[in-house]
């Protein structure tokens, strides 16, 4: 009798420890939960001191929601720096550049294949003004694709020429924003689908 007494107290015992481990977990669980969208919220609120240094509360928009739109940008001035060029190799240089920064090193890999095949020295040679018009952008926030389509016009002395233009690549998030690179965003396995020649016009050279 004694013996099952104990058994029975050693059972509840376990029981009682068991539960108050589980007990435990979950409110570390909840207790972290919380703390985490408490955090959340905060990132999503700045303070900025009035005229007599008092902390007033300002609202920030959340960022996933004005994020597709900041992709849309960044594709956008990317696209802009690497295929806006003019007879001046500083200008070429300063514009590779600063596009750089905004790609990994997909975009590079291209730059580096126009050099080797002179493209930018016929650029110069030719006295060419390269411009692009962006007609659209496809972003899918999801799996952080894109596609772009554009138009770039080349202005030679001897003819205009305009070129359809498409890319894709994909998107990755940094850490940090910084100078060079404002929305904390890098396209990565950039690629050019389609340039080709839809408009050929010869100019009178007189």
Known sequence: ?????????????TFIAGASLIAALLMVVAVSFFAYKQVGNAR?????LDANNVPMS?????VEVNRPIEYRTHIN????????????DKFIEYQMKKAMYLIDESGA?????????GFFNSVLSSSSVLTIQTDSIHV???KKYFKFYGKQTIDRRSSTVIRSLVTEGYLRDLEMRTENNGHGVLIT??????????????????
């Open 109 to 117: 890999l291209q730059y580096n294949n126009l050099r080797e095949k």
């Open 1 to 13: 009798m004694i013996i099952k007494n104990i058994e029975a107290k050693i059972r509840l015992a």
């Open 58 to 62: 300002a609202n920030q928009t959340d």
């Open 140 to 142: 899918d926030p999801v």
């Open 77 to 88: 001035s990317f696209h802009s720096l690497f295929f806006t060029l003019a007879p001046d």
């Open 189 to 206: 396995r950039w690629k050019t689908l389609e340039n080709k020649d839809i408009s050929y016009v010869q100019k009178n050279n007189f």
């Open 44 to 48: 999503k609120s700045v303070y900025i």
